[in-house]
C-alpha cells in the first residue's frame, strides 16, 4: 500500500488530496525537483511528508526538512509520532546526548523525516553524515521550507538560508522540494535564483484562502476598538494580536486581561525562556489571545486561530498576507482586522527613509507600502485587490469589509485642494510648518490657543472647510499621502508639506475619491448571534444540544491527553475532527473510521477511549 492517496488515508486520515496536493506528491515521489507556492494553512506539510513516506517505504531512504524555527519542530515531530511516522530533529534545544542519539538513529535509517534548522544543516559534521547516507543511497529528499527566508525581497529573510545550495552542488540527483507561502513575482524569482531551482517544476496555488473575512478600519481608539472587536465577535476564541512596538503589546496586553480577555505578550524584549513558556501557553491553551510584535508567528500551525488583529499597520502586503494567514488554518470561519491611521504610514515611511539600505530599495520598500495603503483605503473587494497584488484575478468575494457594506464613497477633490493650499498659506504666512491637527482646524474654523497664537485666523482658507468632519479631513489627508501629493515630515515634529505631486490636485486635475469614514457597520456580529451567546468554537456551531455536550467532553477528554503528552491539543485531534464525532455519537469502529482525520494509528491509539467518552456523555 505505497501509493500516495493511501498513505493520506491510512496515516493521516484524510479523504482526498486537496487542490494541486497530488500532484505535486507525484511529481516529487517520481523524482523531481518542485516549487510549491500555496498560502499558508493550503497542506504544504503534506506536499513532502507524503513523499518522504512513499520513497522510505521504497527503501530511499530519509527526508532532510530544513525549517527556520527551531521553536515548533518538538510540536511537528510530535504530530508526525502521533500518525505513527518515525521523525525526529536536530537542532539547539537539544542536549549534546540527544543529538547524538538522533544522529545515531539516522545513520541506523530509522528515520522517516529529518527536521533540523539551515544552520545546523551547512556544518560540516553533519554534511558529512549527509555524504555516507548519500553515499548509500539513503538521501530520499530534500524539504526547503519556508523558502522565501533566501530572499531579502521576502518579508523573513535569514542569511543562513544562502548556504542551502549546498545541498544541490554536493547531493546532486537527490530531490528538492522548497516551499512557501509568500510570493510575490520579485520574491519567487529571487528564490529561483538563489536556492537554484531554474529546471524545478513550479505549482502555484490560489492564494485565496475563503474562510477569512478581511476587514480593516479607521484607527481612532485602538484599545477600546479592539476590546469591542474581541467581546463582541470572538468572545473565548483563540487569537493574535498584532503591534508595532514592544510598549504597545505590553499595554494592550494589559488591558485586554484587564478586561477579562486572557491575554500574553510576546516580543523581542520579553527573555527567551518567558517568551518560550508564553509560545507554549498559546499553543496549549485553548482561548488564549496573544499580543505580539512580528517577532511572533513565523511557522505558527495552530489550526484554529479564530482572528488575527492589527493595532498597527505592517511594513506590505506580503506581511499583511502572511500574518493573518495564521487566522483559520482549519478552515472554519476567521476573522483578519486591521485598524490603521495617518500615524502608521508616517512611521513606516520614517523607517524606510532612516534604514541604511541602498535607494533601490528602499524605493522597492516605498512602493510596497504604497501598495497596503492603497488596499487600506480602498473602497471595493479587499480580497480582489489582495489576490490581484499577488497576480491573480478574481471576482468580488462576498466576505469582506467592503463587500459586506459596500462603504459611501464621497469627492475629496475640493476637500483635498483647499486642505493643500491651507497647507501652502500657513507656510507662507509663518516661515514654518504644521502637523496636520492645526491644518484641520485651520480649514473648519476653529479658534484654538494655537490659531490664536499664530494668527491663523487670518489664512484665506479659514473656516473654508467648515462642513468637513475631521474623521473626513484625516482620509483626505491620508489619501493625499498615500498619491505621493503631500509630504509628512518626520524629522520636523511631523509639519505637513507640499510635494512636486501638489499640484496637480491643487489644480483639480487629479480626482480625490474616498471612503465615507464613518464607523463601519460590523460585518461579524452576526456570525456570533448565529452561534448564540455562548463561547462555542467555530467547529461546534451546528451541534445540537447533545452533540455540543458531547464535543465539550471530549475536548476535555483531548486535553488530558495533550498534557501527558506534553503536546498541544490539536496534534491529538482538530476541533473538526470532534466536532464531527459529536455529530455521529458512534458506537462503534467501523463509524470511526470514515471521519476525516483519524488515521490507522490514531484510531488504535484512541479508537476505544473516544467511544468510550461519546458513550458516557
Ligand atoms: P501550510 O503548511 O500550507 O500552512 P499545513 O500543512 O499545516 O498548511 O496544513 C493546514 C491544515 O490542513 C493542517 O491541519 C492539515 O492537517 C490540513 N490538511 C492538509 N491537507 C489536507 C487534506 N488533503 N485533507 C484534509 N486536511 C488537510
Ligand atoms: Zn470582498
Same mark, same amino acid.
Given at each position: 500500500?505505497?501509493?500516495?492517496?493511501?498513505?493520506?488515508?491510512?496515516?493521516?486520515?484524510?479523504?482526498?488530496?486537496?487542490?494541486?496536493? /497530488?500532484?505535486?506528491?507525484?511529481?516529487?515521489?517520481?523524482?523531481?525537483?518542485? @516549487?510549491?507556492?500555496?498560502?499558508?494553512?493550503?497542506?504544504?506539510?503534506?506536499?513532502?511528508?507524503?513523499?518522504?513516506?512513499?520513497?522510505?517505504?521504497?527503501?530511499?531512504?530519509?527526508?532532510?526538512?530544513?525549517?527556520?524555527?527551531?521553536?515548533?519542530?518538538?510540536?511537528?515531530?510530535?504530530?508526525?509520532?502521533?500518525?505513527?511516522?518515525?521523525?525526529?530533529?536536530?537542532?539547539?534545544?537539544?542536549?549534546?546526548?540527544?543529538?547524538?542519539?538522533?544522529?545515531?538513529?539516522?545513520?541506523?535509517?530509522?528515520?522517516?523525516?529529518?527536521?533540523?534548522?539551515?544552520?545546523?544543516?551547512?556544518?560540516?559534521?553533519?554534511?558529512?553524515? @549527509?555524504?555516507?547516507?548519500?553515499?548509500?543511497?539513503?538521501? /530520499?529528499?530534500?524539504?526547503?521550507?519556508?523558502?522565501?527566508?533566501?530572499?531579502?525581497?521576502?518579508?523573513?529573510?535569514?542569511?543562513?538560508?544562502?548556504?542551502?545550495?549546498?545541498?544541490?552542488?554536493?547531493?546532486?540527483?537527490?530531490?528538492?522540494?522548497?516551499?512557501?507561502?509568500?510570493?510575490?513575482?520579485?520574491?519567487?524569482?529571487?528564490?529561483?535564483?538563489?536556492?537554484?531551482?531554474?529546471?524545478?517544476?513550479?505549482?502555484?496555488?490560489?492564494?485565496?484562502?475563503?474562510?477569512?473575512?478581511?476587514?480593516?478600519?479607521?484607527?481612532?481608539?485602538?484599545?477600546?476598538?479592539?476590546?469591542?472587536?474581541?467581546?463582541?465577535?470572538?468572545?473565548?476564541?483563540?487569537?493574535?494580536?498584532?503591534?508595532?512596538?514592544?510598549?504597545?503589546?505590553?499595554?494592550?496586553?494589559?488591558?485586554?486581561?484587564?478586561?477579562?480577555?486572557?491575554?500574553?505578550?510576546?516580543?523581542?524584549?520579553?527573555?527567551?525562556?518567558?517568551?518560550?513558556?508564553?509560545?507554549?501557553?498559546?499553543?496549549?491553551?485553548?482561548?488564549?489571545?496573544?499580543?505580539?510584535?512580528?517577532?511572533?508567528?513565523?511557522?505558527?500551525?495552530?489550526?484554529?486561530?479564530?482572528?488575527?488583529?492589527?493595532?498597527?499597520?505592517?511594513?506590505?502586503?506580503?506581511?499583511?498576507?502572511?500574518?493573518?494567514?495564521?487566522?483559520?488554518?482549519?478552515?472554519?470561519?476567521?476573522?483578519?482586522?486591521?485598524?490603521?491611521?495617518?500615524?502608521?504610514?508616517?512611521?513606516?515611511?520614517?523607517?524606510?527613509?532612516?534604514?541604511?539600505?541602498?535607494?533601490?530599495? $528602499?524605493?522597492?520598500?516605498?512602493?510596497?507600502?504604497?501598495?497596503?495603503?492603497?488596499?487600506?483605503?480602498?473602497?471595493?473587494?479587499?480580497?480582489?485587490?489582495?489576490?490581484?497584488?499577488?497576480?491573480?484575478?478574481?471576482?468580488?468575494?462576498?466576505?469582506?469589509?467592503?463587500?459586506?457594506?459596500?462603504?459611501?464613497?464621497?469627492?475629496?477633490?475640493?476637500?483635498?485642494?483647499?486642505?493643500?493650499?491651507?497647507?501652502?498659506?500657513?507656510?507662507?504666512?509663518?516661515?514654518?510648518?504644521?502637523?496636520?491637527?492645526?491644518?484641520?482646524?485651520? @480649514?473648519?474654523?476653529? $479658534?484654538?490657543? $494655537?490659531?490664536?497664537?499664530?494668527?491663523?485666523?487670518?489664512?484665506?482658507?479659514?473656516?473654508?472647510?467648515?462642513?468637513?468632519?475631521?474623521?473626513?479631513?484625516?482620509?483626505?489627508?491620508?489619501?493625499?499621502?498615500?498619491?505621493?501629493?503631500?509630504?509628512?515630515?518626520?524629522?520636523?515634529?511631523?509639519?505637513?508639506?507640499?510635494?512636486?505631486?501638489?499640484?496637480?490636485?491643487?489644480?483639480?486635475?487629479?480626482?480625490?475619491?474616498?471612503?465615507?469614514?464613518?464607523?463601519?457597520?460590523?460585518?461579524?456580529?452576526?456570525?456570533?448571534?448565529?452561534?448564540?451567546?455562548?463561547?462555542?468554537?467555530? /467547529?461546534?456551531?451546528?451541534?445540537?444540544?447533545?452533540?455540543?455536550?458531547?464535543?465539550?467532553?471530549?475536548?476535555?477528554?483531548?486535553?488530558?491527553?495533550?498534557?501527558?503528552?506534553?503536546?498541544?491539543?490539536?496534534?491529538?485531534?482538530?476541533?473538526?475532527?470532534?466536532?464531527?464525532?459529536?455529530?455521529?455519537?458512534?458506537?462503534?469502529?467501523?463509524?470511526?473510521?470514515?471521519?476525516?482525520?483519524?488515521?490507522?494509528? $490514531?484510531?488504535?491509539?484512541?479508537?476505544?477511549?473516544?467511544?468510550?467518552?461519546?458513550?458516557?456523555?
Amino acid at each position: 500500500m505505497n501509493n500516495p492517496l493511501s498513505i493520506l488515508q491510512q496515516v493521516f486520515g484524510y479523504e482526498r488530496f486537496r487542490g494541486p496536493q /497530488a500532484e505535486i506528491v507525484g511529481h516529487v515521489i517520481a523524482g523531481g525537483d518542485a @516549487l510549491v507556492l500555496m498560502p499558508t494553512g493550503g497542506g504544504k506539510s503534506l506536499c513532502y511528508q507524503i513523499p518522504a513516506i512513499a520513497r522510505q517505504r521504497a527503501g530511499q531512504g530519509v527526508t532532510l526538512v530544513v525549517s527556520p524555527l527551531i521553536a515548533l519542530m518538538h510540536d511537528q515531530v510530535g504530530a508526525l509520532h502521533e500518525a505513527g511516522v518515525e521523525a525526529a530533529f536536530l537542532n539547539s534545544a537539544l542536549s549534546y546526548e540527544e543529538a547524538v542519539a538522533v544522529e545515531r538513529r539516522l545513520a541506523r535509517g530509522e528515520l522517516t523525516l529529518l527536521y533540523a534548522a539551515p544552520e545546523r544543516v551547512t556544518t560540516p559534521r553533519f554534511l558529512e553524515q @549527509l555524504d555516507a547516507l548519500h553515499r548509500r543511497g539513503q538521501l /530520499a529528499l530534500f524539504a526547503i521550507d519556508e523558502a522565501h527566508c533566501v530572499s531579502q525581497w521576502g518579508h523573513d529573510f535569514r542569511p543562513e538560508y544562502r548556504a542551502l545550495t549546498v545541498l544541490h552542488e554536493r547531493f546532486a540527483g537527490v530531490p528538492r522540494v522548497a516551499l512557501t507561502a509568500t510570493a510575490d513575482a520579485l520574491t519567487r524569482a529571487d528564490i529561483v535564483e538563489r536556492l537554484q531551482l531554474q529546471q524545478a517544476r513550479q505549482f502555484v496555488s490560489s492564494f485565496d484562502r475563503p474562510n477569512i473575512r478581511y476587514r480593516i478600519a479607521e484607527k481612532k481608539e485602538p484599545a477600546a476598538q479592539l476590546l469591542r472587536f474581541i467581546q463582541h465577535e470572538h468572545e473565548g476564541d483563540c487569537g493574535i494580536v498584532y503591534c508595532q512596538t514592544r510598549k504597545r503589546v505590553e499595554e494592550t496586553a494589559q488591558s485586554l486581561s484587564a478586561h477579562g480577555v486572557p491575554a500574553l505578550p510576546y516580543h523581542a524584549g520579553l527573555d527567551a525562556e518567558l517568551r518560550q513558556h508564553h509560545q507554549d501557553r498559546f499553543l496549549r491553551e485553548e482561548g488564549l489571545v496573544m499580543v505580539a510584535t512580528i517577532a511572533f508567528g513565523m511557522g505558527i500551525d495552530k489550526p484554529d486561530v479564530r482572528f488575527v488583529a492589527h493595532l498597527d499597520m505592517p511594513k506590505n502586503i506580503e506581511g499583511y498576507y502572511q500574518e493573518t494567514g495564521r487566522a483559520g488554518r482549519d478552515g472554519l470561519p476567521a476573522q483578519a482586522w486591521m485598524l490603521y491611521g495617518l500615524q502608521d504610514v508616517v512611521n513606516q515611511r520614517r523607517m524606510i527613509d532612516e534604514s541604511p539600505a541602498g535607494e533601490e530599495f $528602499k524605493q522597492v520598500m516605498r512602493g510596497k507600502l504604497d501598495a497596503l495603503l492603497a488596499l487600506a483605503e480602498a473602497t471595493d473587494c479587499r480580497r480582489e485587490r489582495l489576490l490581484g497584488y499577488f497576480g491573480e484575478r478574481s471576482q468580488p468575494c462576498g466576505n469582506c469589509d467592503n463587500c459586506l457594506a459596500p462603504p459611501q464613497l464621497w469627492d475629496g477633490t475640493d476637500a483635498a485642494r483647499k486642505l493643500l493650499s491651507t497647507v501652502y498659506r500657513v507656510q507662507q504666512m509663518s516661515g514654518i510648518g504644521f502637523g496636520a491637527g492645526h491644518v484641520m482646524d485651520i @480649514l473648519r474654523g476653529r $479658534k484654538t490657543e $494655537k490659531v490664536a497664537q499664530f494668527g491663523h485666523e487670518q489664512v484665506s482658507t479659514f473656516g473654508l472647510g467648515a462642513e468637513f468632519s475631521e474623521a473626513q479631513l484625516r482620509g483626505v489627508l491620508r489619501q493625499l499621502v498615500a498619491l505621493g501629493a503631500l509630504a509628512v515630515d518626520a524629522q520636523a515634529y511631523n509639519t505637513l508639506r507640499l510635494t512636486d505631486g501638489s499640484r496637480a490636485v491643487l489644480r483639480g486635475e487629479q480626482p480625490v475619491r474616498l471612503r465615507e469614514s464613518v464607523a463601519q457597520a460590523s460585518g461579524g456580529r452576526k456570525r456570533r448571534e448565529a452561534r448564540g451567546s455562548s463561547a462555542l468554537p467555530a /467547529a461546534a456551531a451546528g451541534l445540537t444540544e447533545a452533540g455540543q455536550a458531547r464535543f465539550a467532553a471530549l475536548k476535555a477528554w483531548r486535553g488530558e491527553v495533550a498534557r501527558s503528552h506534553n503536546l498541544p491539543a490539536y496534534v491529538i485531534f482538530h476541533d473538526a475532527t470532534l466536532a464531527a464525532i459529536a455529530a455521529l455519537g458512534p458506537s462503534s469502529v467501523e463509524e470511526l473510521e470514515g471521519i476525516s482525520g483519524i488515521g490507522a494509528r $490514531k484510531l488504535e491509539a484512541y479508537g476505544q477511549e473516544v467511544l468510550r467518552v461519546v458513550a458516557s456523555s
